[in-house]
């Protein structure tokens, strides 16, 4: 498998998580977290997933990981479907693919040196002895731009970037192929925010990564992403590469999450404000397409019929405004 070949694929990836209520704990309704989602990320691309928080996102990033299960659909990582896999295999692919968490302040445990949580993966995949973790370690702490003598600290004597720089280091250092950028820059101060992102570009070009890197706004995957896919609801409305998507947004949605970047849309407004009315339950779904009772171009068949998804140019638009225009 080589560069732009596909490494990860979801077909018709579902998961909704049940509520149960009454004395037998029965199970009265569900949050429909994902419904029904399809992609595929090449190896070396950064894919950015975007969408407002409650969209199903970052649940989709754990169902990716095998961290929670789908309820229906498959995922494939390197053509082979992560669900069927079990013992050796499994775990070979789980140290393929890592996380970098949200929020580096709640992610790092706070009992353990720095040596210790960047070691973590390697003492547990087995096979090295201490010293060679520790050479490992050392190496790794200075690639992400910390240095030896952090090694033995604890997580509350850095800061915000500096925890994050270790939270990528924990995720690098078993040398994964795919990771799961979940929002790593949004618990940052925004003048920390770029050396990140910075740092995590630096070190796709060196080692060929690839990522999926979710964001709740388009002007944080702007600068990082090959493709960019927009979430609304559990379901992906757009998908396009990223000059494509900026140049061209045709969903609603990603004109309105578009309109929020201030040097490009509505100057600084936030983007929220570009939307009407609030974002639906996930436990009650709006009939029809999700996203009718926010659209100011809502017709009658988006109330009551799921639109298709249609090739649009050079993108993928879930959106009844091109049921004549495109090809299926
Ligand atoms: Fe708006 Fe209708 Fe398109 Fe949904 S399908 S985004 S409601 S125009």
Do not use: W
Not at 93 to 106: G, L
Not at 175 to 199: K, M
Request: aromatic share 8%; proline share 5%; net charge neutral.
């Amino acid at each position: 498998m080589g560069k732009g070949d596909v490494l990860v694929r979801l077909e018709n990836v579902v998961k909704h998580f049940p509520i149960k209520g009454g004395v037998f704990l029965r199970q009265v309704d569900s949050v429909k977290a994902v419904n029904g989602v399809s992609f595929e990320i090449r190896e070396g691309e950064t894919f950015g997933l975007v969408g407002e928080s409650g969209c199903g996102k970052s649940t989709l990033g754990n169902v990716i990981l095998g961290l929670e299960k789908p309820t229906s659909g498959r995922i494939y990582y390197d053509q082979q479907d992560i669900n069927a896999l079990r013992g050796a295999k499994r775990r070979s692919i789980r140290h393929q693919m890592q996380i970098v968490f949200q929020d580096p302040f709640e992610s790092l445990n706070p009992r353990m040196t720095v040596e210790e949580i960047v070691g973590e993966g390697l003492r547990i995949q087995g096979g090295m002895s201490k010293k060679e973790i520790h050479t490992r370690v050392i190496h790794m702490l200075q690639r992400v731009g910390l240095n030896a003598e952090h090694a033995l600290r604890y997580p509350h004597e850095f800061s915000g970037g500096q925890r994050q720089r270790i939270g990528i280091a924990r995720a690098l250092i078993v040398q994964p192929r795919f990771i799961v950028c979940d929002e790593p820059v949004s618990a940052l101060d925004v003048s920390v925010q770029a050396q990140i992102i910075n740092l995590l570009r630096s070190l796709q070009r060196e080692f060929g990564y690839t990522y999926l890197f979710v964001a709740h706004g388009l002007n944080v995957v702007r600068h990082m992403s090959d493709r960019v896919g927009v979430m609304y609801l559990g379901q992906l409305v757009e998908v396009a590469d990223a000059d494509e998507i900026f140049a061209y947004p045709r969903h609603p949605y990603t004109q309105a999450l578009i309109s929020a970047i201030p040097d490009v849309g509505m100057r600084g407004k936030p983007f929220e404000s570009a939307l009407s009315g609030d974002v639906p339950s996930p436990v009650n779904l709006p009939s029809g397409c999700p996203f009718h009772p926010r659209c100011p171009y809502a017709k009658d068949i988006c109330r009551m019929q799921m639109p298709d998804t249609h090739m649009v140019g050079r993108a993928q638009v879930m959106c009844h405004l091109y049921d004549d225009e495109s090809i299926h």
